[in-house]
């Protein structure tokens, strides 16, 4: 299927105008990362964007994030893995949720919304069952991401968290910044920006973040003509995001 422009996303804050465009193939889960894409078919099958065309990817997963230390998964029976030569590597864990997207330590969620993460040496060397060791963050949360310098996560009431001082050598961070409105996910892009999905479809961003004010000002609604969606991520400037059918935006 060719893909084609179908609706014009305005940033008014930011005086610039974004091309959106479907493209083919659906999924129910995307995470982009330092100009890599992966994704979850509601099926289970992985797929990795290569130019214009989608690859399979062996396997079958739940969940997949790319991130700089590489690709990690969930499984369906919430066992963690981890790409190593090309092949899955089980690691020890068990999550639903896992985000790569940190500098360079990996963070998820379990079952019971328990929060985890793994230093940076500890996700590096990651490679079987004896590792990464985790540690456990005060809280809970369905949904957890990560980015340069901190962390936002998503709990079941859908209120929405900022964690701060998180660093390669500390990832469980020092304490949470509540943030208003209400979410069903959000994720951090590499180069610090925030994203979320509203429960009620509708895309948000983030603004007014810095070093003295992580979790921002306010939100900004993204007005997306015509979609509802359930899944996003953001990475070098482009969103992508995932319809409440599955279907898949591009966003530039």
Known sequence: MRGYIFLLLLLVAASQALICRRIAGNLKQIDA???????VSRGGKIFTRSGQRWL???????????????????????????????TWAMLAGELKQVDAGGD??????????????????DAVLAANYSGPAYKQVDGKLKYYSCGP??????????????????????????HWQKVDGKLAMVEVGTDGAVYG????????????????????????????????????????GALWLIETDGSIVHCR
């Open 33 to 39: 990362s330092n100009g890599q894409v992966y994704g």
């Open 56 to 86: 399979i990817v062996p396997g079958r997963m739940s969940h997949v994030t790319v991130g700089a230390d590489g690709v990690w998964a969930v499984g369906r029976r919430q066992t963690l893995y981890r790409m190593i030569g090309g």
């Open 104 to 121: 360079q330590i990996v963070v998820g969620v379990d079952a019971n919304n328990n929060i985890f993460c793994a230093n940076k040496r």
């Open 149 to 174: 310098q901190n962390c936002w996560g998503v709990n079941a009431a859908g209120t929405t968290y900022c964690r701060v001082h998180v660093s390669p050598v500390f990832c469980a961070g020092t």
């Open 197 to 236: 999905v509203g429960r009620d479809g509708m895309v948000y961003r983030r603004d007014g973040i810095t070093s003295n004010e992580p979790q921002g000002t306010q939100w900004t609604r993204i007005h997306i003509v015509g979609g509802r969606f359930s899944h996003l991520s953001s990475d070098l």
